[in-house]
C-alpha cells in the first residue's frame, strides 16, 4: 500500500474558520496512478512553473485531479480538527501547539487506515519547514517511524517526507488537500458526497 498526504491549515482567525487537516489518498499500485497523473497534468507543463494547487494558473486541474481518485484502487482520506475543538492542553502562550496536533492528527489517521491489515506500507508527504529546521525535522521523523513500528509491528511500514517536485504524485496529493480546504472552509460537502464511500474522513478527533 502506498499513502501519499499534504496538510491544509489556516491558523488566522482573520481569514475565517481556523482548523487543521491532513489529506491525500491511499493507493495499492502507484505506478499505475502516476502515469496517468503524469498524462492529465503533460498540457500544465507548458506554463514553465511549478504545477500546484494554489496558482491560478492550473484551477483547471483541479477537477481532473480529483476525478483520478475515482480509481478502483483508491481510497481518499482525510482527517480534520477545528481549532476551537482542541483541548486546552494543545496551547500554549504562543497559540496552538501546532506540530504536536499536526502529529496527533496523523496518528488518527493512520489508526483509521487499519495499516496492519497490509505486508507492507509506504506513507509519503509533503515535506515542510519545521521548528529547529533540521533537528525538527529528524525528531518529527524519529516520532512517527516509532509510533508507526509500536501501532503496527506485523506491517513493513516506511515514512519518507518527500517534496512535490521529486514524486508528482506528492503534486496530486497536494491538489486533493487544497479542494479539502476549500470544502472544509466553505462547509461545503459536495466533493465528501461525491467520493462517497471511498472517503475515509475523520473529524475532530482530538
Request: aromatic fraction near 14%; proline fraction near 4%.
Amino acid at each position: 500500500m502506498n499513502i501519499y498526504l499534504d496538510e491544509s491549515y489556516n491558523l488566522q482567525k482573520n481569514k475565517g474558520k481556523m482548523f487543521i487537516s491532513i489529506n491525500g489518498f491511499a493507493v495499492l499500485n502507484a505506478k499505475r496512478l502516476r502515469k496517468r497523473w503524469k498524462h492529465v497534468r503533460k498540457p500544465y507543463t507548458k506554463y514553465k512553473r511549478r504545477i500546484h494547487a494554489t496558482d491560478p494558473y492550473f484551477e483547471s486541474l483541479r477537477p481532473k485531479s480529483m476525478s483520478l481518485m475515482k480509481i478502483h484502487d483508491i481510497s481518499v482520506a482525510s482527517v480534520f480538527q477545528l481549532v476551537q475543538e482542541l483541548p486546552y492542553e494543545y496551547f500554549d502562550k504562543q497559540g496552538v501547539q501546532f506540530e504536536r496536533v499536526y502529529s496527533e492528527l496523523l496518528k488518527r489517521l493512520f489508526k483509521e487506515l487499519s495499516l496492519q491489515e497490509y505486508k507492507q506500507v509506504r506513507i509519503i508527504i509533503d515535506s515542510r519547514k519545521y521548528p529547529g529546521c533540521t533537528l525538527g525535522a529528524n525528531q518529527f521523523q524519529k516520532e512517527i517511524e516509532q509510533f508507526l513500528k509500536k501501532e503496527f509491528s506485523s506491517t513493513k511500514s516506511t515514512f519518507l517526507p518527500t517534496p512535490s517536485y521529486v514524486d508528482v504524485l506528492v503534486e496530486l496529493a497536494d491538489f486533493v488537500s487544497n479542494t479539502f480546504y476549500r470544502a472544509y472552509q466553505t462547509d461545503d460537502q459536495t466533493i465528501f458526497d461525491q467520493l462517497g464511500y471511498k472517503l475515509i474522513q475523520i473529524k475532530n478527533p482530538l
